[in-house]
C-alpha cells in the first residue's frame, strides 16, 4: 500500500536519489558528441536555470475533494489540455516503470504528450530538426510543471517528471499504459491521432485517480508488414523480426528491440538523428498534417551518412528493466 509522502519529504528526493545521469560520461562511451547548436545550448540552459529549481512546491493545506475519482481525473486532464497537452492519460506506476537505484513514492502518473511540428521535419536529421526536439522538451516541460503547481494548489503532492533526461521514471512504459498507443517497431509509441512524433513527460502523485488504459488500434499489427523505418535507419539499428527473450509488450507481442549500440553513436553525431519518426508511415497523412497552413512535403528529404562503429555494450547506459506483463 501506498504512503503518503509529505511536502517536507519531497523536498528531500533530489538529495535521496542517485546523481543525475551523467550525459557527458555517456557521450564519451559512444564515441563523442559531435552536435553544437548555439539554440539547443540555450535551450538546455532554460530548462536547468529556469525549470528545474520549479519542480517542486508548497501545497495548499486545503485539500479540494472530488465526487469520484473519475471527475478528478477529468479535471486533471481538461487542466493539462488548457496548457497544451496533445494527449494526457493516466496510469499506476509499477516497479518495472522506475529506473534502476531511483525511488518513488507516488502510486499514479499522469502521462502528458506534446506533438513536434511535422514542418521542423523536412530534412532530417537536420538543425531545424534537433532544435524542434528541444524546443518541445521546453514546451512540455513548462506544461508539467504548471499541471503540478495545479495539483499541488488542490492539495495534493506531487512530483514532475520532467521529458528531458535525468527522470525517475520511464516515459514509454507508462504511456502504453495510459492507452497513447501502441510500440512501433522503431521503439517509439504510435498514437492514434498524434503519430509517432511527440515527446512524452510525467507528473506522479498520490492524488486519487481513475486509470486509463492500453489500446489496440491495429498499430502492432500494421508494423509487422510495414519496415520503413527499418529501410531508412542508417545505423541498421532497427530489428526485422520481434524478439521473444526481450518480454511481451502490453498487447502480449513478443517486443521489437532497437540495437542501441547501433543507433546512439549515429544519434549523437548527426542532430540526434530521428529519421525513424518522420519516415514512420502509420497513418501518415493524418498526423502529418499542418493545420497552420504550412506547405510541407509528406515524406522528408533523407540526408544518410555512413553510420560509426557501432559500440556493444553501450557504458554507462540507463538500464531498461525486462518488460513481461
Ligand atoms: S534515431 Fe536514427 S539511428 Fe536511431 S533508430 Fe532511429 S533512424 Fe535509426
Ligand atoms: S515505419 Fe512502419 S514499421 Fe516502422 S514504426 Fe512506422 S508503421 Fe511501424
Same mark, same amino acid.
Given at each position: ?6 511536502? =517536507? ?58 465526487? =469520484? ?54 530534412? %532530417? ?10 524546443? %518541445? ?30 527522470? !525517475? ?42 486509470? !486509463?488504459?492500453?489500446?489496440? #488500434? ?16 542508417? #545505423? $541498421? ?16 507481442? !513478443? ?29 501518415? $497523412?493524418?498526423?502529418?498534417? !499542418? ?35
Amino acid at each position: 500500500m501506498h504512503r503518503q509522502i509529505t511536502p =517536507s519529504e519531497h523536498s528531500m528526493l533530489p538529495a535521496q536519489s542517485p546523481p543525475a545521469f551523467a550525459w557527458e560520461a555517456w557521450y564519451q562511451s559512444i564515441g563523442g558528441r559531435s552536435i553544437h547548436i548555439s539554440e539547443v545550448d540555450e535551450i538546455l540552459r532554460q530548462i536547468k536555470e529556469l525549470q528545474y529549481p520549479r519542480f517542486v512546491g508548497t501545497v495548499n493545506p486545503h485539500v479540494t475533494t472530488f465526487a =469520484s475519482m473519475a471527475e478528478a481525473s477529468e479535471a486533471i486532464k481538461a487542466k493539462a489540455f488548457e496548457l497544451g497537452a496533445g494527449e494526457v492519460g493516466i496510469a499506476e506506476i509499477e516497479p518495472t516503470d522506475i529506473y534502476q537505484g531511483r525511488r518513488v513514492y507516488e502510486k499514479y502518473a499522469i502521462v502528458v504528450g506534446q506533438q513536434m511540428l511535422w514542418r521542423q521535419f523536412q530534412n %532530417v536529421p537536420s538543425h531545424d530538426s534537433a532544435v524542434e526536439c528541444l524546443r %518541445v522538451y521546453y514546451t512540455l516541460g513548462e506544461t508539467v510543471i504548471q499541471l503540478a503547481e495545479f495539483i499541488r494548489s488542490l492539495g495534493y503532492p506531487c512530483v514532475v517528471e520532467h521529458p528531458i533526461g535525468d527522470s !525517475d521514471v520511464l516515459h514509454v512504459p507508462l504511456a502504453l499504459k495510459a492507452g497513447f498507443g501502441e510500440l512501433g517497431r522503431h521503439g517509439s509509441i504510435i498514437h492514434p491521432r498524434m503519430g509517432p512524433m511527440f515527446r512524452l513527460g510525467s507528473v506522479i502523485t498520490d492524488m486519487p485517480l481513475q486509470l !486509463d488504459h492500453p489500446i489496440d #488500434a491495429g498499430i502492432a499489427a500494421f508494423c509487422d508488414k510495414c519496415k520503413a523505418c527499418r529501410i531508412y535507419c542508417p #545505423a $541498421k539499428a532497427i530489428p526485422d523480426h520481434r524478439s521473444p527473450e526481450a518480454g511481451k509488450d502490453h498487447l502480449g507481442n !513478443d517486443r521489437y528491440v532497437v540495437d542501441t549500440g547501433r543507433c546512439f553513436p549515429y544519434f549523437a553525431k548527426h542532430n540526434y538523428c530521428s529519421i525513424c519518426l518522420p519516415v514512420c508511415v502509420y497513418h501518415h $497523412k493524418e498526423w502529418a498534417r !499542418d493545420f497552420a497552413g504550412y506547405k510541407t512535403k509528406l515524406f522528408p528529404d533523407i540526408d544518410l551518412q555512413e553510420p560509426p562503429a557501432p559500440v556493444d555494450p553501450v557504458i554507462a547506459k540507463h538500464w531498461y528493466p525486462k518488460l513481461n506483463r
